[in-house]
């Protein structure tokens, strides 16, 4: 079984623009949750998704939106960037019941200059 | 709030060593823990969980305990390898499925040949 799939790999933008980074589960989960990952935050939950609706969020400014596709697959958006959204940003999946473990992707390393 | 609360690192080891790395909590309800461990430029991997009290976690040589009491997940190898070189994550999950992961801030560990 494939595991999650994250696109980019690696991404450079400059500060005030957008990005926007995808996340494909395992087959099968139908929750996915985006974290941050910073030298100095450590890994910080953003949001989840379960069949198409957030059903979870952390403590982030609306700059950072996502959304859920009806195949599970999920986006994560970031508008007006800044140079400290600059970090490794990891998606993971889960069947989305009560107890189940989430698996995680390889990471979107996103540096903003 | 909810926490996690890891030892500072960096530790470094013998091949061979026996290693712990403490983990304790601060949770309103009754959590499950986990550890994850990430290698270099990759995404988080799950190492272990427990959820319940009492509860042992155990994979590829490592193992942890969920202690209520003393509100710990420490966690152990006998013998580490040069292979286990990797930062180590402690975390806990409150709320079922959606309970996202609150993660301690990483233990880098490097073992020496």
């Known amino acids: 079984k494939a595991g999650v799939t994250q696109t980019p790999r690696y991404l450079i933008k400059t500060r005030g623009q957008q990005v926007t980074l995808s996340c494909s589960p395992i087959?099968?989960?139908?929750?996915v949750s985006w974290y941050q990952q910073t030298p100095g935050q450590g890994l910080q939950f953003l949001f989840e998704y379960f069949s198409e609706t957030q059903r979870n969020k952390g403590n982030f400014p609306g700059r950072f939106s996502g959304r859920q596709f009806s195949n599970s697959r999920s986006e994560m958006n970031v508008s007006t960037l800044e140079l400290g959204d600059s970090a490794l940003y990891l998606c993971?999946?889960?069947?989305?019941?009560?107890?189940?473990?989430?698996?995680f992707g390889p990471g979107t390393r996103l540096l903003v200059l | 709030g909810d926490s996690v609360t890891q030892m500072e690192g960096p530790v470094t080891l013998s091949e061979e060593a026996f290693l712990t790395i403490n983990c304790t909590y601060t949770?309103?309800?009754?959590?499950?823990l986990f550890w994850y461990v990430q290698y270099p430029g990759e995404g988080l991997q799950l190492l272990l969980k427990a959820t319940k009290a009492d509860d042992k976690g155990s994979n590829k040589g490592f193992e942890a305990t969920y202690r209520k009491e003393t509100t710990s997940f420490h966690l152990e190898k006998g013998s580490v390898q040069v292979s286990d070189s990797a930062v180590y994550f402690c975390?806990?999950?409150?709320?079922?499925?959606?309970?996202?992961?609150?993660f301690g801030k990483g233990t880098k560990l490097s073992v020496k040949p």
């Open positions: 975390a806990l999950r409150i709320g079922g499925s959606q309970g996202n992961l609150i």
């Open positions: 949770a309103t309800g009754y959590p499950s």
């Open positions: 993971a999946s889960s069947l989305g019941s009560a107890g189940e473990t989430q698996y």
């Open positions: 087959s099968g989960h139908r929750s």
